[in-house]
């Protein structure tokens, strides 16, 4: 039996299963093989791609949720912090464009444990989903939504400075707060707290990260079910 693989940011996916070749390693067994040439060279490169693509959203995208996992989510800020840090370090650089804000809300489910201890995980499961679909269905389509763990979610905001973060931060701890969860015969009411931190020309991706995390921290702190900004 034969397996020939691709590989996409080292994981190994079987793709094609043919008999002794002796090509671990190709793209497909077709050059060993042309009477397993059943569909045409631009079909097969399109089925490739789709599948490439699919398996590459199964790599960045949270299981439970189906919002970005923490790979999928930081391999696009990265970019996006580095191209707003440039601009606002270089303002008179480019002027076509552009995107001179970028802004990351941490948000965190309030007392998830004891959502889990109460009700059980399944429960738990349901209001980190609700609250991912909340995020998600309340902002842009350009913003970046993404599970960072547990029960945290990052947002980056393309082009929200901080003020602007601070408002759509608090419009979303509101729906948050007023969306009941219905588990089985019970009603869950959850809530959230906010960190939000806006990027600088002197801030990386892991500072700003840092910030809203900080930020976070301080909203758990000072009571829960709150938007804090960093300092």
């Known amino acids: 039996m034969c397996f020939s693989y691709i590989t996409i940011d080292d994981a190994i996916v079987n793709i094609y299963k043919y008999q002794t070749c002796q090509q671990v390693g190709a793209i497909t067994c077709y050059f060993c093989y042309p009477e ?24 960045t995208t949270d299981e439970l949720t189906k919002i970005l996992n923490r790979k999928g989510l930081i391999e696009i800020l990265r970019p996006w912090a580095r191209e707003v840090a440039y601009q606002l370090a270089n303002p008179d650089r480019r ?51 993404g599970r960072y763990g547990g029960e945290e979610i990052v947002l980056g905001l393309i082009g929200a400075n901080l003020g602007d973060s601070k408002k759509i931060s608090e419009h979303l701890r509101k729906k948050i707060a007023d969306t009941p969860i219905k588990f089985r015969d019970q009603i869950i009411n959850v809530t959230a707290s906010f960190g939000v931190a806006a990027l600088s020309a002197d801030l990386n ?26 300092s």
């Open 36 to 59: 397993a040439m059943a569909t045409t060279d631009e079909q097969r490169i399109v089925e490739l791609e789709q599948e490439i693509t699919k398996l590459r959203s199964q790599l």
């Open 95 to 145: 002027k076509a464009l552009i995107v001179r804000a970028l802004s990351l809300v941490f948000v965190d489910i309030d007392r998830f444990k004891g959502i889990n201890d109460r009700y059980g995980h399944q429960a738990g499961d349901l209001a980190l989903k609700t609250v991912a679909k909340i995020l998600k269905e309340n902002v842009r389509e350009i913003d970046i939504v």
């Open 205 to 230: 991706l892991d500072e700003l990260i840092k910030r809203a995390d900080e930020a976070l921290y301080r909203a758990k702190e000072t009571g829960r079910n709150k938007v804090v900004t960093a």
